[in-house]
């Protein structure tokens, strides 16, 4: 068996050709996981663009033939529709600047349905809603700080969640509300990352933990492990 293998590896032509294009498919989805992943910036006003770009690279991959990439692209979609979209991912591509001001972003009309939906649903007030709805304009045209030069040139520079916490002053409905969808998470994986620290505070000696205790311990336990991380990489930075 291990001469069959070594041969197959060694010898086989095909066996590296499939290779190469499991590599050419997966690699642009790697891509979108690893901005899921991540802890570097707040992942919800990326993730809509990243999806729709992933599919255009594995398009452009397979040289744009629809026999070659449909089967690959209908999987994606299928997921993607039925499991992953949802309007949140729409309005946080809305609301980040350094796409939706873009000369190339030509999705307003479609992301705008994610965005009625979700103030419909986060926000229930008639009253705050409408005037979500004024101030939306002012973020379209750029009026007020949204068309500073400082803050044109900053809409890409910064996360999103920043950006809106600078320049969003003047909207401070809408400023509000940007920062609470743009901080939202993509993934589950912070939460998995707390596994082992539940582990290690629930043990079976400390099992009758009362659980907004648990939590506190927690919440505090892991984001001193992030300051740490973020204090170690300025201090790189530094020296």
Not at 49 to 67: C, P
Not at 130 to 153: C, N, T, V
Not at 184 to 213: D, M, P, V
Request: hydrophobic residues 40%.
């Amino acid at each position: 068996m291990g001469k069959e293998l070594a041969a197959l590896v060694l010898e086989d032509k095909e066996f590296w050709l499939q290779c190469q294009q499991i590599v050419k498919i997966s690699e642009p989805l790697v891509r979108v996981l690893r901005l899921v992943d991540g802890d570097e910036k707040p992942s919800m006003g990326y993730l809509y663009e990243a999806m729709d770009k992933a599919k255009e690279n594995i398009k452009a991959r397979l040289k744009n033939k629809i026999s070659a990439y449909i089967p690959f692209t209908s999987v994606i979609d299928a997921r993607w529709d039925k499991q992953l979209h949802s309007p949140l991912h729409a309005v946080g591509c809305y609301l980040n600047p350094g796409i939706f001001f873009r000369p190339s972003f030509k999705k307003q009309k479609e992301i705008t349905k994610g965005l009625l939906s979700t103030i419909t649903r986060l926000v229930p007030d008639p009253d705050e809603q409408d005037s979500l709805s004024s101030q939306i304009e002012a973020y379209k045209k750029a009026l007020g700080d949204f068309g500073m030069p400082m803050a044109i040139r900053q809409r890409e520079k910064l996360n999103p969640v920043a950006w809106w916490e600078q320049f969003g002053n003047d909207t401070p409905e809408l400023q509000k509300f940007a920062i609470r969808v743009l901080s939202q998470c993509c993934s589950a994986t912070g939460c998995e990352r707390a596994w082992s620290t539940f582990k290690f505070i629930h043990s079976k000696r400390r099992n009758r933990l009362e659980h907004k205790h648990l939590n506190d311990l927690v919440f505090v336990r892991y984001n001193l492990l992030l300051r740490e991380r973020y204090v170690f990489k300025y201090i790189q930075i530094l020296f």
